[in-house]
């Protein structure tokens, strides 16, 4: 049973409703203004995906071209978007975070590699 969605042509706001027979499907009415002027539209649909195709989908290098190691907004950016990719929300405190730790682990190498 599919949920397509509808614009109403009279007063022009949108609308979800579940068809359940495609053969027979019911006449939709806009559950705003009750006009029968509706008109199907394309509306966004999800996909999902499993996690070695999400993998795959994130080892393309051409989806990571714009990152800068040394410039943390881009990092930051790439965080965000690789968290996305992974289903996890990661909040902006989360990547202020994980930037303090890679800075104090770096600094912690800096002197190491001088006192060698």
């Not at 080892?59 to 990571?64: L, S, T």
């Not at 990719?85 to 990547?95: A, N």
Request: glycine share 6%; net charge negative.
């Amino acid at each position: 049973m599919p949920i397509y969605e509808y614009i109403c042509l009279g007063c022009r706001r949108r609308s979800s409703h579940l068809i359940r027979s495609i053969a027979n499907p019911e006449p939709v009415k806009c559950p705003h203004c009750d006009s029968s002027r509706v008109q199907r539209i394309m509306s966004r649909f999800a996909s999902l995906k499993s996690e070695e195709a999400r993998l795959e989908q994130m080892a393309d290098p051409g989806r990571w071209g714009g990152l800068d190691e040394n410039d943390p907004t881009s990092v930051a950016k790439f965080v965000r978007k690789m968290g996305q990719e992974m289903g996890e929300d990661v909040s902006r405190d989360e990547i202020e975070q994980m930037a303090d730790e890679a800075a104090r682990e770096s600094e912690g190498s800096s002197e190491k590699d001088a006192d060698e």
